[in-house]
């Protein structure tokens, strides 16, 4: 393998092409941010590093969310498998193009080869739980032990020994294990099970993003302007990045189990309302506990009006789904005076309705063309979904963080206020995200040029 080492220095700064959603803005109410230069008095969630990390996590956490769709799929012998496995593959190219930039086109191609192995083998277990061959099933999870293997020798040579190949496989143990958990309890009938591994193995990805932007960022500071990935600005922007994203992820699966009337419909939506508690804790945890209730029923009143929209399609009752959208369209002005009130005008009500509005529209696209069997347009649009949410996790988190510049100071989480999401003090996952140390570099441009191109496709 020739590794080109010479790409290893390509800047950061395409990055900065990740569009930023209307509502972060907040001009007229100066914080204490020097603008992204790491000093410790600054207080940003918009930095080099910051960004990112958000970027990470938005690709890898899409891998999790993906891989357990199509296995689901697969075991359901869905029609939308292929399109959602094309899905999964299309991240696997952004990810191997990413490796690429940075160590040469052989290098991403033999990276390509052994990741999409991976996804194979989970492929091969679904097909043997199908077709209840237990001997198939255990060798299916053998060549994923020989996965682990080859992927961490891979990353091992390719830093140069800098990732040490037994930790990178306790790595990719965690990340196998967590799919496997959640497609055996699905299969089982044990949805609860099912979607709190789900939950779980979207959040890890989360850490990996963290892990893996720190560790960038302290081996090439320069070319991060010397900002920092662990800052309590950016903790925050990162959690509600993972509970909007998620919130997106789990409405659509949900939408489409309604529309199926599958039996883990309930287990689906319970997922997401556990989402809409753990979101509403972090509103109260900045605003207060009545905020939180408020901020609770408004946002339950727009899934509501998903689920209303669901029946009247499954009713061919179109003045019900008229009236949803209409619902939908007042709860979008609901939400935004909220918000706006909250963040004392930081976040404009106007334009909270806009990217309200995007977020609505894409979930009904999602959920319409499922409907319509067309699924070559509904996994692109689950694709622009999602990445959405990381748009509007950093304008809340920007106005939250613009409003409470001390809460938010210095490069530490010493002070941060309590946002009832979990996982923010966890520091030492340096073993469960080291192993995405190479791909770092290219995974800005990807990103931005995937929603770019996806938003034209649309």
Do not use: C
């Not at 287990?267 to 900045?286: P, Q, Y």
């Not at 409470?404 to 989480?413: V, W």
Request: hydrophobic fraction near 40%; avoid cysteine.
């Amino acid at each position: 393998m020739k590794l080109k080492k010479s790409l290893v220095a390509v800047p950061l700064s395409i990055s900065l092409l990740l569009p930023t959603m209307g509502v972060a803005s907040a001009s007229g109410h100066e914080s204490h941010s020097n603008n992204g230069t790491g000093m410790a008095h600054s207080a940003t969630v918009k930095s080099p590093a910051a960004d990112l990390r958000a970027t990470l996590d938005s690709l890898l956490s899409e891998h999790a969310y993906l891989a357990i769709i199509t296995m689901q799929k697969g075991a359901d012998g869905a029609k939308d498998f292929n399109a959602s496995a094309d899905a999964l593959s299309k991240n696997t190219d952004d990810l191997s193009k990413a490796v690429g930039s940075v160590y040469g086109e052989e290098a991403g191609n033999q990276f390509k080869e052994i990741w999409s192995s991976h996804i194979g083998y989970f492929v091969d277990y679904v097909k043997a739980t199908g077709a209840k061959d237990e001997a198939a099933k255990e060798k299916a999870k053998a060549d994923l032990d020989q996965y682990r293997v080859k992927q961490a020798d891979f990353l091992d040579k390719a830093t140069g020994g800098k990732l040490m190949a037994a930790d990178l496989e306790k790595t990719l143990n965690v990340h196998v294990n967590e799919l496997i958990t959640a497609f055996d309890s699905y299969v089982a009938g044990d949805y609860d099970k099912a979607y709190d591994t789900v939950r779980e193995s979207i959040d890890h990805m989360f850490m990996v993003g963290k892990g893996l932007s720190g560790a960038i960022t302290a081996q090439f500071p320069e070319k991060f302007k010397n900002t920092k990935s662990d800052t309590p600005a950016a903790d925050l922007r990162e959690h509600l990045n993972y509970l909007l994203s998620e919130h997106a992820g789990l409405a659509i699966l949900a939408m489409q189990k309604g529309a199926t009337g599958a039996k883990d419909f309930d287990a689906a939506a319970g997922a997401l309302n556990e989402n809409t508690d753990d979101l509403s804790k972090a509103i109260g945890s900045v605003y207060g506990e009545e905020a939180a209730k408020q901020f609770k029923d408004i946002w339950s009143s727009h899934i509501g009006y998903f689920v209303d929209y669901v029946k009247a399609t499954g009713g061919n009752d179109q003045k019900a789904k008229d009236m949803a959208v209409n619902e939908l369209d007042e709860y979008r002005v609901e939400q935004a005076k909220f918000l706006e009130t909250a963040t004392e005008g930081r976040l404009k009500a106007s334009d909270l309705e806009a990217g309200l509005k995007v977020h609505v529209d894409d979930l009904l696209k999602a959920f319409n063309t499922y409907v319509e069997e067309d699924y070559n347009t509904t996994y692109p649009t689950v694709r622009t979904a999602y990445a959405h949410m990381f748009m509007v996790g950093e304008g809340l988190s920007g106005a939250i963080v613009n409003q409470f510049p001390d809460k938010f100071q210095g490069n530490m989480p010493t002070d941060m206020p309590k946002t009832g999401m979990g996982g923010m003090s966890e520091q030492d996952q340096s073993n469960d995200v080291i192993m995405w140390s190479i791909i770092g570099f290219a995974l800005a441009s990807i990103i931005a040029a995937m929603m770019i191109r996806q938003r034209k496709t649309n």
